[in-house]
Structures are given as C-alpha cells and as structure tokens.
C-alpha cells in the first residue's frame, strides 16, 4: 500500500523559508516521479512541482518558479520541496503525489500546513 508522509511545514514570516520533506513507502520510489501539490481553504488541489525518477527533470507552476524547488533522495525513498521568499498567498496545506504524469494518483496523505503571516 502506497504511503506519503509530509512534514516540515509552520508558521514563518512572509519572506521566509521552509523545506517540506515527503517519506514514501509501498512502491519503487527510485523508478517513480514525484509531485508536490497544495490546497489552501475553499479552493482545490494546485500542482506545484514535479520532479522526474532520477532528479534529472524538473517542472513548476510559474507562480513558485524560481522560488521552491523540488528535489529528492531515492536512498531515503524521499522528495523534498525547498520554499523561499515566502508569501502569505503560499499559505496552505501541501501534499506530495507518485509519478510525473499528473493523471497518477494514490491515496493523499495527511498534507503539511504552511502559514505565512507576519
């Protein structure tokens, strides 16, 4: 059974940093993309990032561009979506997804709240 573990997020400043960590578990991590997505209050599912097998592709959302990146540790079975300059508009809930394609999908996991307030 497929398993995401999200962690990493809290309350930072606007202009601040944080980096999000994804633990998987119940498929080949190695042979796998991965995605990071967000969902803030009253509004869906964003796709934010992705990421290819082997780290050598890497795609984003033009509103994170340039200020998250996505990255991973296939040792760890783990993917990692580094975030700066932070704004309040980033606040939300974010989830890590199984493979590059978006039309793959599992079970979510719990997600990881970001709060952007001064």
């Known amino acids: 059974q497929v398993h995401f573990v999200e962690s990493g997020g809290g309350l930072v400043q606007p202009g601040g940093s944080l980096t999000l960590s994804c633990v998987t578990s119940g498929f080949t991590f190695s042979a796998n993309g991965m995605r990071w997505y967000r969902q803030a209050p009253g509004q869906g599912r964003e796709l934010l990032a992705r990421i290819s097998s082997l780290g050598s592709l890497t795609n984003y959302v033009a509103s994170v561009r340039g200020r998250f990146t996505i990255s991973r540790e296939n040792q760890k079975n783990t993917t990692y979506l580094e975030m700066n300059n932070l704004k309040p508009e980033d606040s939300a809930v974010y989830y890590c997804?199984?493979?590059?394609?978006?039309?793959?999908?599992?079970?979510w996991g719990q997600g990881t709240q970001v709060t952007v307030s001064s």
């Open positions: 997804m199984k493979g590059w394609s978006v039309e793959e999908f599992e079970a």
